[in-house]
């Protein structure tokens, strides 16, 4: 008889969908969207709805494996558990005794954003003393603009989005990337909002709007500055708002909006100025405007600012005021649980140094007191999604590097390993999960057994704690009862009944901490367009870094529908999709180049040169060349990914990776 079970969709996305499992005879057969969710409510993306085909994919790893050819070359062969485990913790005694234990590195992101599964190393590595991951490959600068301006004020109630009347998903991909706001932003377009888009290309979400405007990749500062020009100038200001909740407006209109006419920021957006005057005045006379901000924007040396620029229109219009405006960058529910039981800070007998992992790279190849001698890899596949790829490669390509690789999948970062460990899918395992789109909460348990030998993240660092010969009582706890650990007591954010009900494998809903739009938790009390405290005090035109680099192309590596980062490529439907790692580029580019749709070419800057298929198409802008997805090797027509191109540089804020904010040029290959 099948059996359905509830569980949480385990991915990098603002949304955690609630999933119904069936399973028959230990496997899961098929999975769908739990209509009884109170937010995502039944609604699943293409990538999951087939996720029993990841799951049960023959290519799972299901056997530890150690190294055999020369490294990279991808031969392994099998080993048990108790091998893999002495051979890794003989390696790194060894390297503790002759260079110390900052020289194991461990590197994950979010393969799985559970909260015990994707935390499950820190406690190990804080008491082994290993060198620290700065975790700043997303969207760290969006943070950073946001605390700028608005300190530490909450996100508003994504559900509000539904009351506007304008809606401007800024510099996201919602269509593929947080299909419920799409949701959401449709509900209000059915009731009568307008839809704008603010992109650099014609992605999905474009086709799905009523107006889509595109613009030079970095320069959204100028479009919002120019707004502001306009607004302020057209006496659209809603002066009594911001006497009340804004400090330095005066120094704003003073000092920078004189310089920002539509007529010179159009040079730097690419808009037409008249254009810029009708979004403006739009936005002004819109009742509620709501601006759903993505983190494509910030991944620029000038991030950090684009979103404090663009964070300061809902206060110049008053927007925040009313039901339905405002701006929403993504939830944070940090206190919710007491992440601090799991993640022990408190094992930490010295604060080893830390390590960027956008700057793995270097990392690997550069550093020195110690060096990098060990590398450990869980739910990440930094080969693949880390920035400057060529860098990365010749670090794992070092003989004297100890790499082991804990995976559901031969990646390309397992491609290097010594010692790969075989992980468990989400649906193997239990966790509790919740998201950065929303308040909603949900425990789950594992619906199936490990595949074969698969292991999930808690019970590796377990059994590495024991073959370190550690009697700390922490390390023998399991994944169900480092969930109670989460869940004990109530806070704010969750009374005794949500904690049960959340114990019971419920979706909740949590309760956001302060009244939002209305407390502004920054030093003054008020949204801060002036702060003193920043290097930069006011909001203004900040360069990209690219802007100097000096190749002709603007290079976009953007999101798929069908992947998540480099997840998903096992599944053959979901990857034929996609067709073939392409190369978008615009008639004209392709012309005064001499390239031809179809044809293989060469993209290049001073860190790398990829192949691509060229797809000659008008969704992209003359200047701009776009590529989506992060393949696997396996599939693509060279030996390189995307990300051979960008770069190791940081955000201007919050050490964000800077992964769009690239140049390149493109011959015949
Ligand atoms: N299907 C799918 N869903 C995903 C992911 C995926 O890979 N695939 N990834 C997940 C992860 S980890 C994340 S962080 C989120 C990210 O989801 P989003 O917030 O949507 O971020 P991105 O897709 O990186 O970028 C959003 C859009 O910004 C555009 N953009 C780039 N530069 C600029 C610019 O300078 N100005 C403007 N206005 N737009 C710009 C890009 O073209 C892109 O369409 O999505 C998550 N969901
Ligand atoms: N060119 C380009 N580069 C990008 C991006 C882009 O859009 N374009 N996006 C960037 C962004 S926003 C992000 S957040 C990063 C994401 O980078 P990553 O967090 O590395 O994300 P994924 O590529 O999805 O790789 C996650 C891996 O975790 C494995 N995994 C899943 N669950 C588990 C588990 O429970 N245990 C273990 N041990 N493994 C598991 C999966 O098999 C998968 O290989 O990539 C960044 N890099
Ligand atoms: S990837 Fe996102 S939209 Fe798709 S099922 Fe998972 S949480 Fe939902
Ligand atoms: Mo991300």
Redesign the pocket.
Known sequence: MPVITRSVC???CPDACGLLVTVENGRAISVCGDPEHPVTRGLLCPKMVHYQQTVHSPRRLTTPLRRIGIKGAGAFEPISWDEAVATICDRWQHIIANHKAEAILPY?????M?LV??N?GHAFFHKLGASRLERT???PAKEAGWHALMGDTPALEPAEIEESDLVILWGINAAATSIHSMRDAQSAHRKGARLWAIDTYRTPTCEAVDEAFLIRPGSDSALALAMLHVIEREELLDREFIAANVLGFEELSAQILPGCSPIQMSEVCGLPAEVIERMAQEYARAKAAFIRLG??LT?YGNGAMTVRTISCMPAAVGAWAKPGGGIFIGTSTGGAFPLQSVIREDFMTTLPRLVSMNQLGSALTELDDPPVMSLY??????A????DQNAVIRGLEREDLFTV?????M?D??HYADIV?P????LE?PDLYRCYGSYHAQRCSAAIQPLGGAK??WE?FCLLAAGMGWNEPFFRLSAEELIELLLVGENPWRDSEVTERLRQGEPVMLTPLTEPKKDWLTPSGKIEFLNKKEVEPLPRLLPTHAERDGYPLRLQ???TPF??????Y?QDDLRSKQKCMELLMNRFDADVRGLVDGQIVATFNDLGSVRFTLRITERVPTGTVV?E??WWREFIPGDR???AL?SQRLTDGGRG?T??DVTVEVRGA
Request: charge should be neutral; hydrophobic fraction near 30%; proline fraction near 6%.
């Open positions: 385990p991915f990098d994950s992101y979010a393969g799985t559970g599964q994707r499950a490959i997303c969207s983190s494509g991944r890899v869980y739910h990440s596949n930094p693949a999604i880390a920035p690789v804990h995976e559901r999948f990646t970062t397992a460990l992980a468990t899918s989400s395992h999930n993240n590796v590596p953007s999101v992947a998540l980062n480099s997840s998903f096992e590529t997805g992060v990914g995307v990300n960008t990776s992964l769009y």
